[in-house]
Nanobody, 120 residues
């Protein structure tokens, strides 16, 4: 069964950058769409961005366009999320998930999340 582990979270100042990784084990990521989701305190989980099996990306939130970049390295069985120009309101637990498609999102496997805190 596919297992996902996120890493790379931490504390960053507003306007700063952070790179998250989603490492998979138990199966190959080649046949999955991989999405990044986030949940801020007191809010529902929301989709952020997704990469399909063929490498195409989908932004679930318009505001991340031009700032967040998702990529995949199937040889390393890992998906990356580069986040630039971070805002304080983007403080959240970030989760990666794997599933059949990006749009509409259909995710079957979830990681446990990594905390991202954007604060001065």
């Amino acid at each position: 069964q596919l297992q996902l582990v996120e890493s790379g979270g931490g504390l960053v100042q507003p306007g700063g950058s952070l790179s998250l990784s989603c490492a998979a084990s138990g199966d190959t990521l080649d046949y999955y769409a991989i999405g990044w989701f986030r949940q801020a305190p007191g809010k529902e989980r929301e989709g952020v961005i997704c990469i399909s099996m063929d490498g195409g990306s989908t932004n679930y939130v318009d505001d991340v366009a031009g700032r967040f970049i998702i990529s995949r390295d199937n040889a390393k069985n890992t998906v990356y999320l580069q986040m630039n120009s971070l805002k304080s309101e983007e403080t959240a637990v970030y989760y990666c998930a794997a599933g059949r498609r990006c749009r509409p999102p259909s995710m079957d496997y979830w990681g446990k999340g990594t905390q991202v805190t954007v604060s001065s």
